[in-house]
Nanobody, 121 residues
Framework: QVQLVESGGGLVQAGGSLRLSCAASRNIFAINAMAWYRQAPGKQRELVASITGAASTDYADSVKGRFTISRDSAKTSVYLQMNSLKPEDTAVYYC???????????????WGQGTQVTVSS
């Protein structure tokens, strides 16, 4: 199974910025779509942003205009630039990859381990 390794979380004051990164851990040929989800304490996991192989993006209404999702040229890593952060953005952020072709196999879906983002007021 493909593993997704996330980095970039941390503690930041309201109005600040963070950049999350997520990279696949093995020899990857292609990944169809990638996304970022988040889960705050006591709440369900929600979609934050997604990006397809054709670079089409979609965002949750709560982050539009503040967050930007992007992929590297090899399309095996995904990033989330988060600006103008608010306390309500505090959550564990998870990377997600769909339709992963790698040397020796195929994985329809893989999740990262999560990275904590805390925004103080």
């Amino acid at each position: 199974q493909v593993q997704l390794v996330e980095s970039g979380g941390g503690l930041v004051q309201a109005g600040g910025s963070l950049r999350l990164s997520c990279a696949a851990s093995r020899n990857i040929f292609a990944i169809n779509a990638m996304a970022w989800y988040r889960q705050a304490p006591g709440k369900q996991r929600e979609l934050v942003a997604s990006i397809t192989g054709a670079a089409s993006t979609d965002y949750a209404d709560s982050v539009k205009g503040r967050f930007t999702i992007s992929r590297d040229s090899a399309k095996t890593s995904v990033y989330l630039q988060m600006n103008s952060l608010k306390p309500e953005d505090t959550a564990v952020y998870y990377c997600n990859a769909q339709g992963i072709k790698y040397k020796g196999g195929y994985d329809p879906l893989s999740w990262g381990q999560g990275t904590q983002v805390t925004v103080s007021s």
